[in-house]
């Protein structure tokens, strides 16, 4: 009898790691389109407009 109700929460904690590590995954990849640093206004100025063609390109194909 304690060894499956051993068995059971061992089960139900690996569980809970299990959702823990996708949770932080997903939070991870969220994060991913956020880049905050600071820059002096010409450099965020140029940055801004070498982005935005970046971000309107399709990723998907090769560029050639």
Request: aromatic letters at 4%; glycine letters at 4%.
């Amino acid at each position: 009898m304690q060894s499956e109700q051993l068995r059971q929460r061992r089960e139900r904690e690996r569980l809970e790691r299990e959702r823990d590590k996708k949770a932080s995954r997903k939070a991870q990849m969220c994060a991913g389109d956020e880049l905050d640093f600071l820059l002096p206004r010409r450099v965020a100025a140029l940055f801004g407009r070498a982005m935005r063609p970046a971000r309107e390109e399709d990723f998907t194909r090769p560029s050639n």
